[in-house]
């Protein structure tokens, strides 16, 4: 198969840089609103007689449900996406995604029509699951089939990067929510307008969708009638378990740095163990965002200079030093202090934008959606979905669970990079 050119992303490329920024912007943005409005959630859809040990474990639940139908959605809309099109299923798994997100912010309560609420939330849960399975694998896929083989880390960190926007946008739109608005407001109404306004996001992402092409790859796989013509996700289990592993391991990275060092360590700060105010630790973490979002394009930039080897050993040792020194210091230092510690370690955090790197290339392209998406939903539906409950039950006995675990996997993403610097050659793009 022919390559494209060595080149300079172009002005057509940032295009589609930005418009598969945007799907995964969206989903940051839906799940950092529903981990932060997680409580009101609880009230407004399950019996007010419930202890708040049910409550929390029924919110965790539906948090957990689409994590656990990612895996789903994703072999079903890669399979399309291999076989009629990129293009197609990109812009589908968005449409999936707004419209259950809009219906979240417009769902009766539990006063309203008793145990159908919680269902139907429960359905719109599913739903986005479904749709995420297809968006980002989506997006990285159909990003390193448009550039230049040279620029793919630089290109897919830019749209990592470019995810992270949507947490970003989400804690601000729950600072906004916080403070112009009574926690009285904020139960009665106020909660939905995250909801509505990200399905609007997602609305207006469909309508430009609609101004990008089918990969070249993929076009020149159908004119040369080279695409597959069985189970794609068959074909991956049979004949690419080391890609599938080497996928899984470093979606498990993945998890913990978004997961567990952006998204939960301001839970963990702001908890009656250390007592931080609400405020401050979204304030922290809207800096440590920004650094993640530098970290990624850094780590994209890297990876096409120096290869994916030598970036995951050096950024993943930095993120198990600078993350032990940011969790052991909570409550010992200043708040100044503290944030410029977790604005470091949100910035090695920023080897997640090499993941994509390392899957495009580990299968072919007629392969490529459904390995990928495989390997990252199989990976976040385990890790992704577990982790925030199993942190939670060890919190009880060790609150800096948090800080050994995220050590475990930079140690094992620095075993990754002699892994990827030593090992056999991946396919090309």
Not at 104 to 114: M, Y
Not at 253 to 258: F, H, M, P, V
Not at 262 to 282: C, D, R
Not at 283 to 293: E, K, P, R
Request: glycine share 10%; aromatic share 14%.
């Amino acid at each position: 198969m022919t390559t494209l050119p060595a080149r300079s992303l172009n002005v057509n490329d940032i295009k589609v840089l930005s418009l598969a920024s945007l799907g995964g912007a969206l989903e940051y943005y839906d799940f950092i609103i529903f981990i932060f409005f997680a409580t009101t959630l609880s009230d407004q859809f399950f019996p007010a007689g419930l202890s708040q040990f049910w409550k929390t474990l029924n919110t965790s639940g539906l948090f957990a449900i689409a994590y656990f139908m990612r895996p789903l959605g994703g072999v079903v809309m890669a399979h399309f996406g291999d076989l009629v099109g990129r293009k197609k299923l990109f812009t589908l798994s968005i449409v999936l995604m707004a419209l259950p997100t809009f219906c979240i912010g417009l769902l009766p309560t539990f006063h309203q029509i008793s145990y159908a609420a919680p269902i139907l939330l429960l359905v719109m849960r599913m739903l986005q699951g479904i749709a995420i399975g297809g968006e980002i694998p989506g997006s990285w896929v159909f990003v390193s089939e448009h550039v230049p083989p040279k620029r793919i880390g630089l290109a897919n960190g830019l749209v990592t990067s470019g995810l992270t926007l949507g947490i970003l946008i989400g804690t601000l739109m729950t600072l906004f929510i916080n403070s112009s608005y009574s926690p009285a407001d904020i139960k009665e109404f106020a909660w939905r307008i995250p909801f509505l306004v990200g399905g609007v996001m997602g609305f207006v992402t469909v309508y430009l969708r609609g101004y990008l092409h089918e990969t070249p790859v993929f076009k020149e796989m159908q004119a040369l009638k080279q695409l597959n013509q069985d189970l794609p996700v068959s074909t991956v289990w049979r004949h690419h378990k080391p890609a599938i592993l080497i996928s899984v391991l470093t979606t498990w990275l993945l998890t913990a740095g978004i997961v567990v060092v952006i998204l939960f360590a301001p839970l963990l700060m702001k908890s009656a163990v250390f007592n931080i105010p609400a405020k401050v630790t979204l304030t922290m973490q809207s800096f440590t965002i920004v650094a993640l979002a530098l970290g990624c394009i850094f780590t994209g930039y890297m990876c096409d200079r120096f290869g994916v080897g030598k970036t995951f050993i050096g950024m993943c040792s930095a993120l198990a030093v600078s993350s032990c020194v940011f969790y052991f210091n909570i409550g010992q230092v200043d708040y100044a202090t503290l944030t410029v510690m977790y604005v470091i370690t949100g910035f090695f955090v920023g080897i997640v934008g090499g993941v994509p790197y390392i899957m495009v290339h580990a299968f072919p392209a007629r392969i490529r959606f459904s390995g990928l998406s495989f390997s990252y939903n199989l990976s976040y539906a385990v890790f992704g979905g577990l982790t925030p409950t199993f942190l939670t039950y060890v919190n009880n006995y060790n609150p800096l669970s948090a800080a050994y675990y995220v050590l475990f996997l930079s140690l094992m993403g620095v075993a990754c990079g002699w892994y990827l610097l030593k090992g056999p050659s991946q396919a090309t793009v």
